[in-house]
């Protein structure tokens, strides 16, 4: 019982529980309404962008600024995805997989031609 007491005493360990729950509730009341109005690879589809936009900053050798391209980039790409649904035939995931699926090819694109040796993953995962 000490060993817990010990462990849930640690700074990090009340900062990851506390955030996990917030986490946890947001995704609880967000997750019914997203998967209702078919946008349950919105996680999914917005990650891709994110990657296109971290490909095309580290083309541009703005590594220092790539997450303040980045963050611009994904909230436009939402909105993008929220019209492209309520103006075309297109509706839900299937805009989304779209949206990712050519986000993706235009970061892989992209990195290839720069030539870069920069890890794009350092950026979207820590």
Known sequence: ?????????????Q????????????AALLGVPLVLKRYSMIGDGLSHVGFASLAIA???NA?????YISIPVVVLAAFL??????????????AIGV???LALAIGYIVMY???????????MFG
């Open 99 to 101: 949206i990712a699926t």
């Open 113 to 123: 031609r720069a030539g870069t040796n920069i890890d794009v993953s350092n950026y």
């Open 63 to 67: 590594t220092d600024a790539a997450l």
């Open 15 to 26: 900062r990851a529980l506390l955030v996990g729950s917030l986490i946890s509730l947001c």
């Open 58 to 60: 580290a083309a541009l």
């Open 81 to 94: 995805l929220l019209r492209i649904s309520e103006s075309s035939h297109v509706k839900g995931d299937a």
């Open 1 to 13: 019982m000490s060993v817990l007491a010990t462990f849930f005493s640690l700074d990090f360990v």
